[in-house]
């Protein structure tokens, strides 16, 4: 008998331990805030973008991205890719809405909606012919720079995902692409990256 009530106790305390472990694993997967850090344009712009989501419900949410340059060098070297910047954005404040289509709660696949506040610099690259009309050798060209400030509005959508694990860390990729609303900085802009971030 003695050996039975302790049998039960135990058991008892392991079931009550369980569940409550499950509780809080489902309380942290139904949490409303996240806060993400953009890695690859942490990698690819030396760029610090971070992002913070409020969960409304399983189906949707809001939040604000925050980018803002570190390097703002002329020249971008990924990989083995080295390309000239002709728009280099400074910073940018992106408030998003978005709308999830996965089982889970806010997770899964998902559509964006955003605005972009943009500022940067852009820069034209003409190159004038040196040469004086007497001399036959080759063309001698200097290469001439034009640098203009830009700050304008821009709204877009995005397509992504979202997966979130049972600690409450996550992980995120999404691309998408807007059009300017007004002069200056180019005709559209782009967002994407794959971000890392937690759910609390």
């Not at 569940?19 to 139904?30: D, F, R, T, Y």
């Not at 973008?49 to 390097?71: A, C, T």
């Not at 610099?121 to 190159?127: L, S």
């Amino acid at each position: 008998m003695k050996k039975l009530t302790i049998l039960l106790l135990l058991s008892g305390i392991t079931i009550l331990g369980y569940g409550q472990a499950k509780e809080k694993q489902a309380s942290v997967l139904e949490s409303s805030h996240e806060l993400k850090m953009n890695l690859f344009n942490a990698m690819a712009f030396k760029a610090i973008d971070v992002n913070y989501e409020y969960v409304l419900n399983e189906n949707s949410s809001f939040g604000l991205g925050v980018f803002f340059k570190v390097d703002k060098a002329e020249v971008e070297k990924f990989g083995w890719l080295t390309f000239e910047v002709e728009n280099n954005r400074s910073y940018s404040f992106t408030p998003y809405y978005r709308r999830y289509f996965s089982r889970g709660y806010s997770n899964g696949f998902f559509i964006e909606g955003f605005g972009m506040l943009n500022s940067g610099e852009t820069v034209a690259i003409d190159y004038i012919d040196n040469q004086p009309e007497d001399m036959e050798s080759e063309s001698m060209f200097t290469e001439l720079r034009t640098y203009d400030t830009y700050t304008h509005f821009a709204l877009g959508i995005s397509l992504g995902g979202k997966v979130t694990f049972k600690k409450g860390f996550l992980l995120e990729f999404y691309t998408g692409v807007g059009t300017g609303l007004n002069y200056g900085g180019g005709e559209g802009v782009t967002r994407g990256g794959l971000s890392l971030g937690y759910r609390f």
